[in-house]
């Protein structure tokens, strides 16, 4: 019998959850094969049989959680599988003849089997293998308890419940005398205006990561506004040439990535990290783009972003969006980054304060463009200009409030004269 393991992932991340089998029991696979897909923090990873042969048996259930060099799956030879499955035919003869010399325990083999036959049945398809095993080791009969998985799997806390409950039964009445807010509570999720979902791994590394970059960083925001007249002159005159000869569309983003490796150079703190006590100054340009998918958000890296055109930076970006959306991004297009991106004016966004993507020590926050009236020179006139409020969140530990304001000040001057973010490019 092989084992198959959960592999070696990347230095970061030591478990997952499976996400799928791609396979089931008795299936015949080839070496290479996929046989189930396992969701970590960061992406999707595909599990391979490094064998050929039949599945055996699967030791985990989607959902579970799993680390690295844990068995999930055994496999056999073919032939070992057929001969197991021609074994019960070869021994049929012999349990015919013990009824003969017994009848009076014709009824046992008959009703016990099928009741735990179902029983069994039942186990595996609402119940994961820690939770089984649980029961076992308590005495628990899992059909008995209450679940609260939406997929109406049981699991380990279930059964832990299940078995206070039965070992204080003084406590369990009293809410049925003296009403309070679970017995209040039971009604709305009998009638369906409750549901409980389980949070994905991806999206509780999210929750997780932010709580802890609002409780180690010392986070503060600082905001400006673009006059965003100049570039967007120069996209409407140049996006036609631009989309002919490079196959991309130009963007606003290549404007905004070259804008902030600009300041980034004149404030290299904001390109650096906080390592113990010391200061880890990064004289490189990986700038990490936020991006929204169905799974949370994901912010892949475009790397040496200083030594792209504006054509290159727009290609990357283009790509490293496809393959989060398709979720096929890999470990290495998110592992990195000195510097983070993040653009919620694509969903309306017209004001906010983004969080810091740890372990960097700065974001900035891209917002929508509104069209509003601005004082454009020293005589008071009054134009209509299409607006954008940028925000910079930073960490106060290594940044000081000044550098940080001249930081977005440099943005702006950079994106409002293009001429001088193409000599800064």
Same mark, same amino acid.
């Given at each position: 019998?092989?084992?198959?393991?959960?592999p070696?992932?990347?230095?970061?991340?030591?478990?997952?959850?499976?996400?799928?089998?791609?396979?089931?029991?008795?299936?015949?696979?080839?070496?290479?094969?996929?046989? /189930?897909?396992?969701?970590?923090?960061?992406?999707?990873?595909?599990?391979? !049989?490094?064998?050929?042969?039949?599945?055996?048996?699967?030791?985990?259930?989607?959902g579970?959680?799993?680390?690295?060099?844990? &068995?999930?799956a055994?496999?056999?030879?073919?032939?070992?599988?057929a001969?197991?499955?021609?074994?019960?035919?070869?021994?049929?003869?012999?349990?015919?003849?013990?009824?003969?010399?017994e009848?009076? =325990?014709?009824? $046992?083999?008959t009703?016990?089997?099928?009741?735990?036959?179902?029983?069994?049945?039942?186990?595996?398809?609402?119940?994961?293998?820690?939770?089984?095993?649980?029961a076992?080791?308590?005495?628990?009969?899992?059909?008995?308890? !209450?679940?609260?998985?939406?997929?109406?799997?049981?699991r380990?806390?279930?059964?832990e419940?299940?078995?206070?409950? =039965?070992?204080?039964?003084?406590?369990?009445?009293?809410? /049925?005398?003296?009403?309070?807010?679970?017995?209040?509570? /039971?009604?709305?999720?009998?009638?369906?205006?409750?549901?409980?979902?389980?949070? !994905?791994?991806?999206?509780?590394?999210?929750a997780?990561?932010?709580?802890?970059?609002?409780? #180690?960083? /010392?986070?503060?925001? #600082?905001?400006?506004?673009?006059d965003?007249? *100049? +570039?967007?002159?120069?996209?409407?005159?140049?996006?036609?040439?631009?989309?002919?000869?490079?196959? +991309?569309?130009?963007?606003?983003?290549?404007?905004?990535?070259? *804008?902030?490796?600009?300041?980034?150079?004149?404030?290299?703190?904001?390109? $650096?990290?906080?390592?113990?006590?010391e200061?880890?100054l990064?004289?490189?340009?990986?700038?990490?783009? *936020? +991006?929204?998918?169905?799974?949370?958000? &994901? &912010?892949?890296? &475009?790397?040496?972003?200083?030594?792209?055109?504006?054509?290159?930076?727009?290609?990357?970006?283009?790509?490293?969006?496809?393959?989060?959306r398709?979720?096929?991004l890999?470990?290495?297009?998110?592992?990195?980054?000195t510097?983070?991106?993040?653009?919620?004016?694509?969903?309306?966004?017209?004001?906010?304060?983004?969080?810091l993507?740890?372990?960097?020590?700065?974001?900035?926050?891209?917002?929508?463009?509104?069209?509003?009236?601005?004082?454009?020179d020293?005589?008071?006139?009054?134009?209509?200009?299409?607006?954008?409020?940028? *925000?910079?969140?930073?960490?106060?530990?290594?940044?000081?409030?000044?550098?940080?304001?001249?930081?977005?000040?440099?943005?702006?001057?950079?994106?409002?004269?293009?001429?001088?973010?193409?000599?800064?490019?």
């Amino acid at each position: 019998m092989i084992e198959i393991k959960v592999p070696e992932l990347a230095e970061s991340i030591t478990e997952g959850t499976i996400a799928e089998w791609t396979v089931k029991t008795g299936d015949a696979i080839e070496k290479g094969e996929t046989i /189930a897909e396992l969701e970590t923090d960061k992406v999707n990873v595909e599990i391979k !049989s490094d064998f050929s042969g039949v599945i055996q048996e699967l030791l985990a259930e989607p959902g579970d959680n799993v680390v690295v060099g844990q &068995v999930i799956a055994k496999l056999g030879e073919e032939g070992a599988n057929a001969a197991s499955e021609a074994a019960p035919k070869e021994e049929a003869p012999k349990a015919e003849e013990a009824p003969k010399a017994e009848p009076a =325990k014709e009824t $046992a083999p008959t009703e016990a089997p099928a009741a735990e036959e179902k029983k069994a049945s039942k186990s595996r398809t609402v119940a994961s293998p820690a939770a089984r095993k649980k029961a076992r080791e308590l005495g628990i009969d899992l059909d008995e308890v !209450s679940f609260r998985d939406p997929m109406g799997r049981v699991r380990v806390e279930d059964v832990e419940a299940h078995s206070l409950s =039965k070992n204080t039964p003084k406590a369990a009445e009293k809410p /049925a005398a003296t009403p309070s807010k679970p017995a209040a509570a /039971a009604p709305a999720q009998e009638d369906g205006r409750v549901e409980r979902i389980k949070m !994905s791994r991806r999206r509780q590394t999210i929750a997780k990561r932010l709580v802890e970059a609002q409780h #180690t960083a /010392a986070m503060l925001t #600082t905001f400006n506004e673009v006059d965003m007249t *100049a +570039v967007m002159d120069v996209r409407n005159r140049r996006k036609d040439a631009f989309l002919k000869k490079n196959g +991309v569309k130009l963007g606003f983003m290549s404007f905004f990535t070259k *804008a902030v490796i600009g300041a980034l150079k004149s404030f290299p703190l904001l390109n $650096a990290e906080i390592q113990g006590d010391e200061i880890l100054l990064k004289k490189f340009y990986d700038i990490g783009v *936020a +991006v929204s998918t169905d799974e949370g958000l &994901v &912010v892949p890296v &475009v790397r040496d972003a200083d030594k792209l055109s504006f054509a290159g930076i727009e290609k990357e970006i283009g790509d490293l969006g496809k393959k989060a959306r398709d979720n096929s991004l890999g470990l290495k297009d998110l592992q990195g980054g000195t510097f983070t991106i993040t653009n919620g004016g694509i969903f309306g966004s017209l004001y906010s304060t983004p969080i810091l993507n740890t372990p960097q020590v700065g974001i900035l926050g891209m917002h929508t463009i509104q069209r509003r009236p601005v004082v454009v020179d020293s005589n008071d006139t009054v134009e209509v200009r299409p607006m954008m409020y940028i *925000a910079l969140s930073y960490d106060h530990r290594i940044v000081d409030g000044k550098d940080a304001v001249q930081f977005l000040v440099r943005v702006k001057q950079l994106l409002e004269d293009p001429e001088d973010l193409l000599l800064e490019g």
